[in-house]
């Protein structure tokens, strides 16, 4: 039923570039956001991968946009599911920092600090959270912007850092994804 609640929301955070995608990019099949292209890989992905990824997302985006950084996990997760890794073979994370805090706040929060508009993040950050992806915030950026634990949208982490974040995901055996 969550599920069902939270697809109009989903088409309405689409950022408008992808309503005008370029030939054979399509959303899915996870996620309605995060278009893809089928490829014919030279590089194929063995049966048994497991991918342990973590991004890091210091951008925010602008003023009632979807977060590039956060729709390119769902790419990430479509195009790989898409090319028959299994979903339970795919652990994300999120490392948020800097100026892209605001962009995992809640609704109430984010309009807040933007003069009353709306997030197209909190949809976005809500189905990669139900999927298992790890959205974690840096607790000194969050002190810095003077952001409130009860300000982030359900399921977002506090760390006490983004470095610390990122070593501890590193020591459970994530990579980094430079993109």
Do not use: W
């Not at 030939?23 to 292209?37: L, N």
């Not at 479509?78 to 609704?107: F, K, Q, W, Y």
């Not at 809500?126 to 915030?137: M, T």
């Amino acid at each position: 039923m969550r599920n069902l609640l939270l697809l109009p929301l989903l088409a309405i955070a689409m950022p408008a570039a992808a309503q005008d995608l370029p030939a054979g990019m399509t959303p899915g099949p996870v996620f309605p956001f995060g278009p893809v292209a089928k490829v014919e890989s030279d590089m194929p992905i063995p049966d048994g991968t497991e991918f342990n990824v973590a991004f890091d997302l210091t951008e925010a985006a602008p003023d009632g946009q979807a977060n590039r950084g956060l729709v390119s996990l769902a790419r990430f997760y479509n195009m790989h599911v898409r090319s028959g890794v299994p979903e339970g073979s795919i652990r994300l994370a999120v490392v948020v920092h800097g100026g892209a805090g605001v962009d995992v706040l809640t609704s109430d929060a984010y309009a807040k600090r933007k003069n009353g508009t709306e997030s197209a993040n909190a949809a976005i950050v809500s189905a990669l959270v139900e999927k298992g992806v790890r959205v974690i915030l840096c607790g000194q950026s969050a002190a810095a912007m003077g952001i409130a634990r009860e300000e982030l949208l359900p399921g977002v982490e506090m760390a006490l850092s983004a470095m610390t974040a990122h070593a501890l995901l590193q020591q459970q055996g994530y990579t980094l994804n430079p993109f």
